[in-house]
């Protein structure tokens, strides 16, 4: 499995950006797959996941902010995400997990992932 990240970059508090992540050697419907933010210094947040039913869920950091989303053929996963702040500044990995029972959530996916990209760079500045 390979996940490689893209779209992160610079940008001021109060805008936006898309992370999509490109996902080869497996079937996107069988991860729970999401998304986790490291800051330099700071334990690893989980930010977003999505499952294979559809579910959804968010860190309270982001809810409301960052939408988390599949592309159609199940090879890419989308992290929209409106209104950043300067607190949102971290490398964000795309990760995907086999634990699609309940453990599949933002509060345990920047630990319990069996594969991660590269990471984004994400700089918002205030």
């Known amino acids: 499995v390979q996940l490689v990240e893209s779209g992160g970059g610079s940008v001021q508090a109060g805008g936006s950006l898309r992370l999509s992540c490109a996902a080869s050697?497996?079937?996107?419907?069988?991860?729970?797959m999401g998304w986790f933010r490291q800051a330099p210094g700071q334990a690893p947040e989980g930010v977003a996941t999505?499952?294979?039913?559809?579910?959804?869920t968010y860190a309270n950091s982001v809810k409301g902010r960052f939408t988390i989303s599949q592309g159609t053929a199940k090879n890419f996963l989308y992290l929209q995400m409106n209104s950043l702040k300067p607190e949102d500044t971290a490398m964000y990995y795309c990760?995907?997990?086999?634990?699609?029972?309940?453990?599949?959530?933002?509060?345990?996916?920047?630990?319990?992932?069996?594969?991660r990209g590269q990471g984004t760079q994400v700089t918002v500045s205030s």
């Open positions: 999505l499952n294979i039913d559809g579910s959804t």
């Open positions: 990760v995907a997990s086999t634990r699609t029972d309940n453990s599949c959530a933002a509060a345990n996916i920047g630990i319990w992932y069996s594969y």
């Open positions: 050697g497996y079937s996107g419907s069988s991860y729970c």
